[in-house]
Antibody
Framework: QVQLQESGPGLVKPSQTLSLTCTVS??????????WTWIRQPAGKGLEWIGR????????????NYNPSLKNRVTISEDTSKSQFSLKLTSVTAADTAVYYC??????????WGQGTTVTVSS | QSVLTQPPSASGTPGQRVTISCSGS????????VYWYQQLPETAPKRLIY???QRPSGVPDRFSGSKSGTSASLAISGLRSEDEADYYC???????????FGGGTKLTVL
């Protein structure tokens, strides 16, 4: 059974960097079949796709896609040795306060989600 | 402002059929699959429909999806109290090179 678990600080100061990790169990994150994805949801609001990382089956290279509205501030990376992928969001403001989810994306949609972790940006 | 447009709310009584619409454009719904997610209160979203109209195993056949042109719909028949949740549509957007979501529809079972 595939499981995803987010971890990281629940409180980040304005202008600092938000860093979260998603630990994957039950699936290989190196598989070209999956897109390892971050999504966030501010309290009382809708879902926002942050970006994803995946391995190209053709070239075996690592690729990323990011939400254009966050592109200059976001980096998603993976550590296959630890079966983890990570999110870094720089220069955070109160607008970045949200529940952050990691999810496994497939051609059939995002089929497995973590439980979510709340990050508050405040001094 | 979400790229995909959904009504903010919908409602129905037990046993009724309700539909939730999702409107997009030629760069997303018009050329890519539509997905639907259900988010029960205080829980992570759950995949409900994939590739426009396919149900994952375990999703009741009361839930169905359809797509026409640049719009899509989620239909729930035989409405039950446990269907009360937020529903989101999503699709890949070729112009943005990313996934776009609708703003979500809060379904109330009266």
């Amino acid at each position: 059974q595939v499981q995803l678990q987010e971890s990281g600080p629940g409180l980040v100061k304005p202008s600092q960097t938000l860093s979260l990790t998603c630990t994957v169990s039950g699936a290989s994150i190196r598989s070209g079949r999956y897109f390892w994805t971050w999504i966030r949801q501010p309290a009382g609001k809708g879902l926002e796709w942050i970006g994803r990382i995946y391995t190209s089956e053709n070239t075996n290279s690592e690729n990323t896609n990011y939400n254009p509205s966050l592109k200059n501030r976001v980096t998603i990376s993976e550590d296959t040795s630890k079966s983890q992928f990570s999110l870094k969001l720089t220069s955070v403001t109160a607008a970045d306060t949200a529940v952050y989810y990691c999810a496994r994306g497939t051609w059939d949609g995002m089929d497995v989600w973590g439980q979510g972790t709340t990050v508050t940006v405040s001094s | 402002q979400s790229v995909l447009t959904q009504p903010p709310s919908a409602s129905g009584t037990p046993g009724q059929r309700v539909t939730i619409s999702c409107s997009g454009s030629s760069s997303n719904i018009g050329v890519n699959y539509v997905y639907w997610y259900q988010q029960l209160p205080e829980t992570a979203p759950k995949r409900l429909i994939y590739q426009n109209n396919q149900r994952p195993s375990g999703v009741p056949d009361r839930f169905s999806g359809s797509k026409s042109g640049t719009s899509a719909s989620l239909a729930i028949s035989g409405l039950r109290s446990e269907d009360e949740a937020d529903y989101y549509c999503a699709a890949w957007d070729d112009s943005l090179s990313g996934v776009v979501f609708g703003g979500g529809t809060k379904l109330t079972v009266l």
